[in-house]
């Protein structure tokens, strides 16, 4: 069975510091790793794919890396903007179009 | 660009009454379509998927069913309400089989 756990549950961060989000999976064949953001009361908002391990995707201040056991979200000098729910799935390759999502990391930045 | 509309944003529905969620997305064709649900603090658990119209898959045996009756289109009803079936519904579409998701601004809802 795929399963993904997504580490801290909650993080507070002061402006400005940098920290990284976990997300550990398990499944028998990756076909993707997604990373979503997702603010209080609205859907999740795509954030990036990973296929490999080894490959990186950046945006703005966030960067995510990918092996083989986990993904990492880094977040660099965060702004309170920053401040969401990050979360974590997987599509394996024997799962048709079945995404199993982790738990999240509720993402609190303050000035 | 693509466009994906959810509504209500919010409901309120007593046990025991029928329940009927819509779904529409714009800008692409023969999307496939999904309905999520996340309880809170908890992460998105997958209800039903559709790749074409009158194709509907279940993940989750539950008092809930889905319809497609245009390519565009997905529903997620109830005959009856339970207590158990309130959270955070989530309707969401890719252009295929293992790409990435495009969600809708979700409705909440409380079943009381």
């Known amino acids: 069975e795929d399963q993904v756990t997504q580490s801290p549950e909650a993080l507070r961060l002061q402006e400005g510091e940098s920290s990284s989000l976990n997300c550990s999976y398990t499944?028998?064949?990756?076909?993707?790793l997604f990373w979503y953001r997702q603010d209080p009361g609205k859907g999740p908002e795509f954030l990036f794919t990973?296929?490999?391990a080894g490959e990186e995707k950046e945006k703005e201040r966030l960067k995510a890396t990918l092996t083989k056991k986990e993904s990492f979200l880094h977040i660099t000098a965060p702004k309170p903007e920053d401040s969401a729910t990050y979360l974590c799935a997987v599509r394996a390759f024997n799962a048709g179009n079945m995404l199993t999502f982790g738990g999240g990391t509720r993402l609190m930045v303050k000035p | 660009s693509q466009t994906i509309h959810q509504w209500p944003a919010t409901l309120v529905q007593p046990v025991g009454s029928p329940l009927s969620l819509e779904c529409t997305v714009e800008g692409t064709s023969n999307p496939n379509l999904y309905w999520y649900r996340q309880a809170a603090g908890r992460g998105l658990q997958l209800l039903f998927y559709?790749?074409?119209?009158?194709?509907i898959s279940s993940e989750v045996p539950q008092n809930l069913s889905a319809s497609r009756p245009q390519d565009r289109q997905f529903i997620l009803s109830s005959k009856k309400l339970l207590l158990s079936d309130s959270g955070f519904y989530l309707c969401?579409?890719?252009?295929?089989?293992?790409?990435?998701?495009?969600f809708g601004s979700g409705t909440q809802l409380s079943v009381l």
């Open positions: 990973l296929y490999s």
């Open positions: 969401a579409w890719s252009p295929g089989v293992g790409e990435k998701l495009f």
């Open positions: 559709s790749v074409g119209i009158g194709q």
């Open positions: 499944v028998s064949g990756l076909r993707g």
